[in-house]
């Protein structure tokens, strides 16, 4: 909040209610701005207002809201006498007049201060917010100590002995309560017998209170020992912003091709989802392995994916975690398309992933990646402050995170949780991964998420910096392939299949080996097909190593078959058999010979195609008839999933909160019309009377023969005013007279009684 010119205020009020009633309109705006909570649901009129702005709940609110400056400056007057003196709060904060009075006006602008005919007060509940302001205790008069003045005091407090003095000195900066309990040393002890003699403290309990008078004698008249009324400003390392956008492109390349590559991990063999939710340790460790990334970047990757929802709980009778069709579709997008969509999933999400891995204060486990516990809400609100602070940053400037966290205590002080360093950091960490932030500045793309632009626009900021797919390779004599750039991506998912990915970089390494080649065999490709498409691909012949390592295992694959018996092996090599049988790895299968071409084993069948195959055998599933089985399990996909869209609140604009002036206004009149109304009307006023005091009134006017003043509300809901003469009460009813006709009202309607 700065500190500019404003309207005057209105001139003094009785209360908190006149003071708001008697704001201009363009105070009103600064004030439902300032406080948006005021304007959701609208208030019936200002009287409404200013009630609602009273509360403890809001003017918690706004208090959480308020920057150090306001703070500290809020805490200071709640210090100083009532009313409130700009002068005395100047001194409390160790600053001029001018800014004093410039903070007080501000924080009277969101309505935590009045102003009544004697000057500013506080607002009630702001001292129920605050409860040791600044650190300060109770004044002297609420622990019912004598009242003394500052020199008095000052005199006392320097003929303190050693031990009560370190006393004092230890309660002087807060917090103001010290606890003696039993056994307590006998000089320390003594310290505090004779504080309490010459009532510098109070005594509750056990506890030890320091009033607020005596504190600020040892403070030296100041609240705070270091007053923050003005933000630092924002430094760091300035970086060529083309080089920023070009680093957060890397980024941006390499995090598609590793989502790519957990969808078609967890496609062909999608992991449990764990009893309590989440991803298993171990499942993470294997997919991080895949990707040759830590556990770290590893549960980024898996947890940005399904906040964009492109992974998520298959919903089965055995859950497992997979991709979603949304991911197909997505897949078949221009890179920059596909950033845009993960980078605003990111953005909105309330999951942390730094969480996983550790253990926060209440919960009693480690945090797992994809787990409920790794939603966090303050995550999303904590996410959007580091980035506006980079983005307040010129273009090109990397920030520190010891920077950004000192930014965010003095931005919200009391908003901040204790692990904020742990927080920015893993931000920070995320940001550059995501591409939003490149070599620790901004990039010019993440500059156009924060401003809230479409995903077309988005993706338009990314494109110039995402280098083109191509769509060849160069197969190599080693048994690998380079990708000297992104793959198309029917190229991609060809080269996942067939091969594994050694490096990654600006170009791409993949290794072919048996393992590999057998995972596309397996797919049902032909030895024909991958040969083809590797030559379709290469700008280079096909390397004699690499086209006798695919017809090799084509030789081999599907040798031996594998069906339900409850499995049964069958191959024509008899030596492969035997040395099935003879291998002690496959020992748990419990294999044994019904013919020289086929052996049987208790386990499934699954189960012992992939212990073959983990032990350097090249089976393939066949059906009942003979038929070789392709696997769909490369197609895993989730139900269509129905995502809701993230809980936010929508800022108050500048439309709706004119129309709500204009209505509080027309309210307020309306209210004024009804209580002169009121005030027109024969009888007393009214008030609230409970059901008991409502039957004693007419019994007692039923008795005497004389009128009484009701309230009665009808069945529209309408309180109606009558002059009633009671005749009989009974049964929760009474009987009687009322402009010339007889009438039977419900006690219950009756609003209020008095004798006519």
């Known amino acids: 909040m700065t500190l500019t010119s404003r309207p005057p205020r209105p001139s003094a009020a009785r209360s908190m209610a006149d003071d708001i009633r008697g704001r201009s309109d363009e105070q009103l705006r600064d004030l439902l701005h300032g406080r948006q909570d005021l304007a959701r649901p609208a208030p019936a009129d200002l009287s409404s207002l200013a009630a609602r702005a009273s509360t403890r709940a809001s003017v918690h609110r706004a208090v959480d809201g308020l920057d150090l400056a306001h703070l500290q400056a809020l805490e200071a007057a709640t210090a100083s006498p009532s009313p409130i003196d700009p002068g005395a709060v100047a001194g409390l904060l160790d600053t001029d007049i001018p800014t004093a009075t410039g903070l007080l006006d501000d924080l009277w602008e969101l309505a935590l201060l009045w102003h009544s005919p004697e000057g500013l007060r506080l607002v009630r509940t702001v001292g129920e917010v605050l409860v040791h302001p600044a650190g300060l205790g109770p004044a002297a008069a609420d622990l019912q100590l004598p009242a003394r003045d500052s020199a008095d005091l000052t005199a006392l407090v320097a003929s303190a002995p050693a031990a009560a003095r370190a006393i004092l000195d230890r309660l002087a900066w807060g917090p103001p309560v010290a606890l003696l309990p039993a056994g307590t040393p006998d000089r320390v002890a003594e310290g505090a017998r004779w504080l309490l003699e ?358 081999r694959h599907g040798q031996a078959r594998v069906g339900a018996a409850r499995a049964y092996i069958r191959c024509d090599d008899e030596t492969t058999l035997g040395a099935m049988l003879a291998e002690r790895a496959l020992s748990p299968l419990q294999l044994r010979s019904i013919a020289p071409t086929v052996l049987v084993s208790q386990a499934a069948a699954d189960t012992v195609l992939e212990f073959l195959r983990e032990n350097g055998f090249a089976p393939v599933a066949e059906t009942p008839d003979g038929g070789v089985v392709v696997p769909s399990a490369g197609r895993h996909r989730t139900p269509q999933q129905r995502r809701s869209a993230p809980v936010t609140s929508r800022a108050v604009d500048e439309e709706l909160v004119t129309t709500l002036v204009s209505a509080l206004r027309a309210g307020e009149e309306s209210a004024a019309y009804q209580r002169e109304q009121l005030a027109m009307r024969p009888g007393p006023s009214l008030g609230s009377t409970d059901p008991t005091t409502t039957l004693a009134v007419l019994r007692e006017a039923a008795a005497d023969r004389q009128a009484v003043w009701l309230g009665y509300s009808d069945a529209d809901g309408r309180v109606q005013r009558m002059l009633f003469y009671p005749q009989r009460v009974e049964g929760g009813r009474v009987q009687g007279i009322t402009d010339g006709a007889t009438r039977t009202l419900s006690i219950h309607r009756v609003t209020g009684a008095a004798p006519g």
């Not at 390349?253 to 989440?278: K, M």
């Open 198 to 555: 010459h009532h510098l403290v109070a005594s509750s309990g056990e506890q030890l209170v320091l009033p607020r008078e005596v504190a600020l004698v040892l403070r030296g008249g100041r609240t705070h020992a270091e007053p923050a009324l003005t933000p630092q400003p924002v430094v760091g390392i300035e970086r060529d912003p083309a080089a920023v956008d070009g680093a957060a492109g890397q980024e941006v390349t390499d995090l598609l091709a590793l989502v790519d590559e957990v969808a078609a991990t967890w496609g062909l063999r999608p992991p449990r989802v764990l009893r309590a939710g989440g991803l298993a340790v171990r499942d993470l460790k294997r997919i991080c392995t895949t990707l040759d990334v830590d556990e770290v970047r590893g549960a980024f990757v898996v947890e940005v994916a399904y906040a964009a929802g492109l992974l998520a709980d298959d919903g089965s009778l055995e859950p497992s975690w997979a991709p979603t069709p949304a991911y197909d579709e997505w897949q078949q997008q221009p890179g920059a398309d596909r950033w845009a969509t993960l980078a605003q999933g990111w953005l909105g999400s309330t999951r942390a992933a730094h969480l996983v891995g550790t253990t926060p204060p209440g919960i009693s486990g480690t945090v797992n990646a994809l787990g409920p516990d790794a939603h966090w809400p303050p995550a999303r609100a904590l996410r959007r402050d580091v980035l506006e602070h980079l983005q307040a940053a010129a273009p090109g400037v990397a920030v520190s995170a010891t920077d950004i966290e000192a930014a965010l205590r003095w931005r919200r002080p009391r908003r901040v949780p204790s692990s904020l360093r742990a927080v920015i950091e893993g931000v920070l960490r995320e940001a550059e991964w995501l591409g939003v932030t490149g070599r620790g500045a901004l990039s010019s793309a993440g500059r156009a998420l924060l401003a809230a632009d479409g995903p077309r626009e988005l993706a338009a900021a990314m494109q110039p910096h995402l280098p083109e797919p191509i769509a060849h390779i160069l197969l190599q004599a080693d048994l690998t392939a380079i990708a000297p750039g992104p793959l198309e991506g029917g190229l991609a998912t060809f080269l996942r299949l067939v091969a594994d990915i050694e490096s990654r970089g600006g170009a791409t390494v993949y290794r072919f080996t048996p393992d590999s080649v057998r995972r596309a065999l397996d797919a049902g490709w032909s030895v024909d097909q991958v040969l083809g498409g590797l030559g379709d691909a290469s700008q280079t012949p096909i390397p004699q190593p690499l086209e006798y390592l695919v017809r090799d295992v084509a030789r």
